[in-house]
């Protein structure tokens, strides 16, 4: 059963978001993806400073097998993608609500057409698919 | 068990190299090139300096750690592993052929080109197309081009908003990625649960953007498409034209014919039904056969008579066509091997291909499914493949379709295709292809249902597997994240 | 039935097996309007004997001429092992190494091949092949547009130097994208492409530039002025090369201060017969750095279970098969079989038989060139180094002297007036090692007397 922490918001496509202290965001991929996607390999982060409306594909992940896009829940502009990841993919893998954080944002406010869900919502949306 | 060869890991040529050693008698008369400093290499390549015999010795004993058609049965769904005859490879090799310069003059090219000639006309017949160009040096390359015509086509009727490519959820992923190289938008489209396009899907997406739809019929889940008539008046009346991934063209050789099914556009792959080499992933031939719309859009040179006469013809004879693909002429020594295989099978030939294809995957499902493995499409006949799903035994069993391909390694079998097409769980896509003998069959069935009974007793035997080959399962993950891809001489 | 091995008994006991009464009834999900019974465009079937008949006397019309072409594609002496080994059915018949442990051979071939070309041009990382020199350098283009991510342009400079078809072949196949390749003035005098040309884009947003050496014409550009404005400019550069040169000439990885971005070619001179233009093996290097932007097929070298070394395919991520439509490229097969050919030339001749190839390339079109241009109404178009190709200018059309000397045994050069019409009545003419002195001479005497006898009438 994969981990689902209660205090964070998620997406169908299977990102989560962490709201900061300071209003600004943080996303990553759910404990589910990761374990979907198997030993990732390569992860692509945006660069600070790039604009993203909701629903753009701001990163990459990948494993061997398999490639996917991050979409950004949100519109906003980059803060930060994980330098991290660049070396240490693996960091996902180990640790995808921690270390594993793939970039932070300034939202805009620009919610998209996309639903966010709370985390029973999101375990009944695995479990469905599952 | 029957294996390969070679068992032991063979060291990189480069670590054979000793400095100093050559295989002299390949060498030209030394002669001095004047060349200045300043356009010079400074230091000599790092190539590997071995004997003859050791390049010999090497790479015969890497041959030997291959499978291939020639030492097993392949039964690689999609890629139609058939015997390459001996004759088209040794007829390809004349040494007029191997040495004939592809900007020499046609008149000293006229046997060749008969032949190249004889070859558009033949696949003009088996297909129903009104027209043929050779030039595309691989199925994906000749999906571009397909893709491409269409998007002339659209052009040439000022019709410019056309710019959506149909491909249903099952499609080869070449064609969705063809689709954005020719910078068309992709919309995908469902498969219903019996294996055939929803048409009410295909209804929610035709517009005045459509340009066309790429299908591969039979589809890539084995089964034939049934309502492929509807398909085609739907999307014609759309305006838009309909494209044949000509990937499974096998399995209705001679039969049925893309022309007469309504495709606008198809691409054959000739080293898939006409038997040309693989070669270990390569040279294919995506050669394009267009209906009457497309005619003026075929991709250059193509070979044309003026009567007793051939010559190419190219941008002047056809001003609208899309252009160029290859440096000369696409891959003329594959096609002169498509071209023997054809001539040799004849008309008769042809049929016999579809009918012993689709008999021997219908034989091995049938068999397969008394043994106890579950096919995909239960309800469907096979066509020249058909798919088994291993979903039972990976729930059951703990062992997955990835444990059976490399324990059916063990057994001398190369494995069929694995985990495509992507919307059947845990699946094999099994293609025996028409020159494999019922017992080879039987023999593969006998196999597949050992190595379930493996699972049941030694999962964990299984799931290592394969235990006899020169290499155990190799490291994926460090293949990728430590990336060595080249060898470096030391210090280097 | 041709290689169909069913007995009338086999048939029998599969169709009971499958439970149907003929074969034809295992087509009948298909629509009856759709079949056909036969194929009347399709001769009737011939015997091997028969085809191999056929197939020999087509190919005695077309005679083995004596051959002065390049332009793209060289005629080199390929080692009797070459072919001898690579057509063994378990390479010849193997496909894409998709299960690594039963095609550690096909593998181990790539990642050798990779070695070599990335040896040879200098660079990092090499995929394990293209389908040929000129969509290489359009799968070229459309990976700088990927890599460069600072530019927004998508334009890439490409001079006239660079071979006409390949530049068409480049337009064709990235124009869906959205690519703009604007071509570069050359010099009429040095046959090389104006420095001074890019003056005009100093500043400007341009993704990259092409640069061919040497250049169609056989001239030697000069690569590290080109390179160096290329960097200057945030320009990424693209070389195209022939690997035969490179045993000589500076690799495109130690161009200008900094080296190419990206390089490819045409590997065929490498052990790949003329044969009428095809199969050949484009081939693709860079630096490691823009490997995930690559196209192709990479092998590479890991570890097994037990930590014994082996290959497998690396970076599929970036393929169709499972990027489909957000892939590198829609390339999905390889030229495994030429790929394997150009590996067997390369180990057969080492650093030093490379060089002398390419050395006796040099003096052997040094030799041509001397030759014919001591006859009346022939000079050589361009000063200046060059490799194995040169152009000529002559005093009256090329096209029917051409199919003069084909009707005498020689393939007498490529007539370049419909791709560079300034020139005039021009050819581009080659000699590799595999031209004696002798052949040079028959060529010579040829031309003589077809100009002289011209001029007479």
């Known amino acids: 059963m994969s981990k689902i922490p209660g205090d964070l918001r998620y997406t169908k496509s299977h990102e989560w978001l962490r709201t900061l202290p300071d209003g600004s965001i943080e996303i990553g991929i759910s404990d589910h993806a990761q374990a979907a996607l198997g030993d990732l390999v390569f992860v692509e982060v945006p660069e600070a400073g790039r604009t993203l409306s909701a629903g753009d594909a701001c990163a990459v992940v990948e494993s061997v097998k398999a490639a996917s896009d991050v979409y950004s829940p949100v519109g906003g502009e980059v803060i930060a993608g994980n330098d991290q990841l660049a070396t240490k993919p693996e960091l996902i893998n180990a640790d995808p609500y921690g270390q594993g954080w793939i970039l932070r944002m300034r939202p805009t406010g620009d919610r998209g057409g996309a639903e966010l869900l709370d985390a029973t919502a999101y375990a009944a949306e695995v479990a469905a698919a599952g | 068990m029957s294996n390969t060869i070679v068992k032991q890991p063979e060291p990189l040529i480069f670590e054979l190299s000793r400095s100093g050693r050559a295989a002299t008698a390949q060498y030209p008369p030394a002669a001095t090139a004047e060349i200045p400093a300043q356009f010079r290499r400074r230091s000599r390549p790092a190539l590997p300096e071995v004997s003859e015999l050791q390049a010999v010795r090497h790479y015969t004993r890497l041959s030997q750690m291959n499978f291939s058609i020639d030492t097993q049965f392949y039964p690689l769904g999609s890629c139609t592993m058939k015997y390459n005859p001996k004759a088209c490879n040794s007829l390809a090799m004349l040494p007029e052929f191997l040495g004939r310069h592809p900007l020499s003059p046609a008149s000293t090219g006229q046997g060749f080109m008969a032949c190249m000639f004889e070859l558009q006309e033949m696949l003009k017949a088996v297909t129903g197309m009104a027209g043929v160009s050779l030039t595309p040096m691989a199925g994906a390359q000749g999906e571009f081009t397909g893709v491409a015509m269409i998007r002339a086509y659209h052009r040439a009727r000022g019709d410019l908003a056309r710019n959506e490519i149909i491909v249903p959820d099952a499609a080869h992923g070449t064609n969705p990625a063809t689709a954005t190289m020719c910078g068309m938008k992709i919309r995908e489209i469902a498969t219903l649960p019996d294996g055939d396009v929803d048409l009410a899907a295909l209804d929610a997406v035709l517009s005045s953007a459509t340009a066309g739809i790429m299908l591969t019929n039979p589809c890539t889940l084995g089964v034939f498409e049934r309502r492929i008539v509807e398909v085609e008046r739907r999307v014609h009346a759309a305006g838009g034209l309909l494209y044949y991934d000509g990937a499974n063209l096998n399995a209705i050789l001679g039969k049925v014919l893309p022309g007469v099914m309504g495709f606008d556009v198809i691409h054959m792959n000739l080293h898939k039904t006409f038997s040309t080499p693989h070669g270990g992933g390569g040279p294919g031939s995506g050669a394009v056969g267009v209906g009457k719309r497309l005619l003026p859009y075929l991709p250059v040179p193509i070979v044309g008579r003026d009567g007793e006469r051939y010559r190419w013809l190219d941008e002047r004879d056809l001003p609208e066509s899309i252009g160029r693909l290859s440096g000369f002429m696409g891959n003329a020594g594959v096609l002169l091997r498509a071209y023997v295989y054809m001539r040799i099978l004849g008309a008769d030939g042809m049929e016999r291909v579809a009918e012993f294809s689709t008999l021997n995957a219908n034989y091995l499902m049938t068999r397969l499914r008394e043994a106890g493995f579950d096919a995909a499409y239960p309800g469907r006949r096979a066509s020249h493949e058909f798919i088994i799903t291993l979903r039972r035994q990976a729930h059951e069993l703990g062992v997955n379709t990835m444990d059976f391909a490399k324990r059916l390694l063990d057994y001398g079998y190369h494995a069929p295709t694995t985990y495509f097409p992507l919307l059947v769980p845990e699946c094999l896509l099994i293609e025996p292809t028409e020159t494999e003998t019922r017992e080879e069959l039987d023999g593969f069935v006998d196999a597949m249902t050992a190595i379930r009974h493996e699972a049941e007793t030694d999962a964990a035997m299984v799931k290592s597997a394969p235990h006899t080959l020169p290499v155990r399962r190799l490291d994926d993950v460090r293949a990728a994240k430590q990336l060595d891809v080249a060898w470096k001489p030391a210090g280097a | ?457």
Not at chain 3, 220 to 243: K, Q
Not at chain 3, 259 to 264: S, V
Not at chain 3, 330 to 353: D, E, K, W
């Open chain 3, 1 to 457: 039935m041709p290689y169909i091995p069913h007995t009338s008994e086999d048939v029998r006991a599969m169709l009971d097996r499958i439970g149907v009464k003929a074969i034809d009834d295992l087509f009948d999900e298909i629509p009856k309007a759709l079949r056909v019974d036969s194929l009347p465009g399709v001769p009737a079937a011939l015997s091997e004997m028969e085809v191999a008949r056929l197939v020999a006397m087509r190919a005695a019309t077309d005679g083995r001429p004596l051959n002065f072409i390049g332009a793209g594609a060289y005629e080199h002496h390929i080692p009797a092992p070459v072919w001898a080994l690579t057509t063994r059915g378990e390479i010849y018949s193997a496909y894409t190494p998709y299960q690594a442990e039963a095609s550690q051979g096909t593998l181990q071939i790539m990642y050798e091949f990779q070695s070599m070309i990335a040896g040879l041009t200098a660079m990092d990382v090499s995929n394990a092949s293209l389908y040929d020199g000129a969509s290489a350098l359009a799968e070229a283009c459309l990976m700088a547009v990927r890599a460069h991510r600072r530019s927004k342009s998508a334009r890439i400079l490409v001079p006239t130097t660079v071979n006409p078809t390949w530049r068409r072949v480049a337009s064709v196949i990235t124009e869906g994208q959205g690519l703009v390749l604007e071509e570069l003035p050359y010099s009429t005098d040095q046959g090389t492409t104006i420095p001074q040309a890019l003056a005009r884009y100093d500043g400007q947003d341009i993704t990259a530039l092409v640069i061919q050496q040497p250049n169609f014409f056989g001239q030697l550009e000069d690569v590290d002025a080109l390179s160096r404005w290329a960097r200057a400019n945030g320009t990424l550069i693209i070389a195209v090369v022939n690997p035969v040169s490179l045993a000589l000439l500076a690799p495109p990885g130690e161009w200008g201060d900094a080296g190419a971005d990206i390089a490819c070619g045409e590997a065929q001179p490498l052990g790949v017969p003329l044969s009428s233009g095809g199969p050949y093996v484009g081939f693709m290097t860079t630096r490691t750095e823009h490997v995930r932007q690559m196209p192709g097929r990479i092998a590479g070298r890991t570890v097994d279970l037990d930590g014994k070394p082996g290959f497998t395919l690396t970076l599929q991520a970036r393929e169709q098969h499972i990027r489909r439509g957000k892939a590198t490229s829609n390339i999905c097969t390889n030229q495994g079989l030429l790929m394997t050919a150009a590996t067997i030339h390369l180990a057969l001749l080492g650093p030093v038989g490379l060089e002398r190839v390419a050395s006796a390339c040099v003096a052997r079109t040094r030799e041509l060139v001397s030759a014919l241009c001591g006859i009346p109404g022939v000079r050589a178009a361009f000063a200046g180094p060059r490799f194995h190709e040169a152009v000529l200018l002559l005093d009256r059309p090329a096209a029917p002297l051409l199919e003069s000397l084909a009707a005498e045994g020689i393939i007498g050069g490529y007539d370049l007036s419909r791709n560079f019409p300034e020139l005039g009545p021009a050819l581009l003419i080659c000699a590799t090692e595999t031209r004696t002195t002798e052949d040079i001479a028959t060529y010579a005497r040829a031309l003589d007397r077809l100009l002289g006898r011209a001029v007479a009438a």
